[in-house]
């Protein structure tokens, strides 16, 4: 869990004459927010003004509401305090619901601020009004609404630090705050004195008696976790995808990849959000054994229907106090390592003699990138992230992202260009053509790209994942209605964006245009082109070749 830090001194400075803003704004701002996403409209000029005016805050202007939901989010995710997004009302509140979403999910510390319409115009025809208090309850920590009009300063201050801290626990707040008009009225800032929080001490490391008696033979099933947060190296067995941060030498990338399941374990430890392998989640479900979630941002997920405890602990921490006071399988984890062995043989053998297609350009990605961070869009980008190892730098251990909370294609864009504008490191998005597509205005809508943002889209020719199911193919729908091909040309709208266009389209050019496209200084685009048939058949042919021992 981010740490919530101690409030700054307090600081005099212009702001809106709207205490709904002023207040809320200054008490954030002592708190610690430093970056605010800010959509452009009329009823949210308050807020405008207080967080241009203020200090300590840096703003960042995107037109799009829900792509700068996911850039706020993508600014979270870089040191784990939470980043505001504010907009006007109406829908443009409402487009803050997928980023809020997928914050609530992946455990993101995100607090979106919605101005609105006065309490007594809702529901009388007044243009952009929609109901939104209470808008988004079922999908964050902390919702409120302040209204300026009954809220003394004292209530403001304290609806603001439970936004705030309770974003910091692991999820979104939402604040609306409805404004009367004049809006555009300013003020000086008053002095907003705030007590420093009361920090609670971490819970003395425990190990549940399930485990005690059943955990010679568990298995660690690892999911994604924030970037900001630690990472381990642990003897435990088990599956670890690349974005959890946890490696060992008995920890499988990809639950796909086993042949022979989980090899009977005495019990399930988790951490962090549930893999994405769905053969993995089957196997596991039906041994019915205990499950143990472990984590500092929430109770676990009943992933496998035997969820006995969630275990409030730095999972880290825990892991390596886990190791020390309970009694392994040596033969249980052997099994793991020698799978792992098996894996990587299998996975060598093929990539030698494959065909171009999306798994090898997927190779030469991974062998050009040594440093900074990649993200992944989903669906088909972030599985084929889980068949590669990074290969890291001296400059630093790379680090890897998805937006696997709900894991949808909305706003994997948007989410890299936030956390570029964090960092002076590369942010590389490794994106299919729809994924791209759909989210363009996460390039398009920012009004200053980060020079650090690299995005490589593979285009297979449409949503290349549908062909990986048995369904759409079969009713006769796959290429009008499941893959449906963009019309858009990634050129056209690398173009479009502003952004320094590239193009590969074999192993030889994509080895060129990589190295130059890294090398290149500015937000840029290189497109590798495969073809879908091929992509599909080498895909099924690789997974086929791990069951088969």
């Known amino acids: 869990m981010p740490q919530i830090v101690k409030p700054e001194s307090p600081l005099q400075h212009t702001t809106s004459d709207h205490r709904g803003a002023s207040a809320l704004v200054s008490t954030l701002a002592q708190l610690g927010l430093r970056d605010a996403v800010i959509s452009p409209g009329s009823r949210n000029a308050p807020f405008i003004i207080s967080l241009v005016n203020h200090p300590l805050i840096k703003t960042h202007v995107v037109i799009d509401e829900r792509a700068a939901a996911y850039v706020a989010l993508g600014i ?11 907009c006007t009302s109406g829908t443009a509140a409402v487009n ?13 510390p995100l607090i979106s601020i919605t101005a609105d319409r006065p309490v007594d115009a809702i529901g009388k025809g007044h243009g952009q ?3 939104q208090s209470q808008l988004f309850s079922n999908h964050t920590l902390y919702c409120a609404t302040i209204d300026e009009r009954k809220h003394a300063d004292n209530e403001i201050i304290e609806m603001a630090q439970k936004a705030w801290s309770s974003a910091c626990g692991g999820g979104p707040s939402h604040l609306n705050v409805p404004f009367e008009e004049p809006l555009y009225g300013k003020a000086v800032c008053p002095e907003i004195a705030i007590q420093a929080p009361n920090l609670t001490s971490k819970p003395a490391l425990t190990i549940p008696r399930t485990l005690l008696e059943n955990g010679n033979r568990a298995i660690l099933i690892a999911g994604p976790r924030g970037l900001w947060k630690q ?36 019990a399930i430890i988790t951490v962090g959000q549930p893999v994405m392998s769905k053969s993995l989640r089957k196997q596991l479900t039906a041994l019915n054994v205990p499950h143990v979630h472990v984590g500092d941002d929430g109770a676990g997920l009943d992933t496998f229907g035997s969820l006995v405890e969630s275990v409030n602990a730095d999972p880290c ?3 390596s106090f886990y190791e020390r006071e309970v009694t392994k399988s040596s033969d249980f984890t052997e099994f793991f390592v020698k799978e792992k062995t098996r894996i990587k043989s299998i996975h060598e053998q093929v990539l030698e003699a494959v065909s171009w297609s999306d798994l090898s350009a997927y190779r030469e990605v991974f062998k050009a990138i040594n440093k900074g961070f990649i993200h992944f869009a989903n669906s088909t980008s972030a599985r084929y992230a889980m068949l590669f190892d990074a290969k890291n730098s001296p400059e630093g251990e790379i680090k890897l992202h998805a937006n696997r909370g709900v894991a949808g294609i909305d706003g994997c864009t948007s989410t890299a260009v936030g956390h570029a504008l964090t ?20 390039l398009a809508s920012v009004q200053e790209l980060p020079n650090n943002i690299k995005v490589i889209v593979v285009n297979n020719g449409g949503g290349g994942i549908f062909r990986w199911l048995e369904g759409p193919n079969e009713v006769g729908l796959l290429a009008s209605h499941f893959e449906a091909k963009p019309k858009t040309s990634i050129k056209a709208a ?21 190295s130059e496209f890294l090398q290149f200084t500015g937000p840029a685009v290189l497109e590798i082109v495969t073809d879908p048939k091929m992509s599909s058949e080498v895909y099924k042919k690789y997974i086929a070749a791990f069951q088969n021992k």
């Open 317 to 319: 921490e825990w892991l």
């Open 231 to 266: 990472g381990i190296k642990t003897n435990l067995p088990g599956v670890s995808e690349k974005f959890s941060g946890i490696k060992g030498d008995a920890l499988i990338a990809s639950g796909d990849l086993l042949a022979s399941g989980c090899n009977a374990p005495s």
């Open 423 to 442: 960092t002076k490191e590369d942010v590389v998005l490794v994106s299919g053509d729809v994924a791209f597509l759909y989210d363009i205005n996460g």
């Open 129 to 131: 009004t929609v109901i």
């Open 96 to 108: 803050h619901g997928p980023a809020i979403a997928e914050a609530f999910h992946q455990r993101v």
């Open 494 to 514: 690398s173009h479009f964006c502003g952004l320094t266009y590239f193009c590969a389209r074999d192993v030889q050019s994509t080895q060129k245009k990589l």
């Open 76 to 86: 979270a995710l870089k040191n784990g305090t939470p980043a505001a997004v504010v």
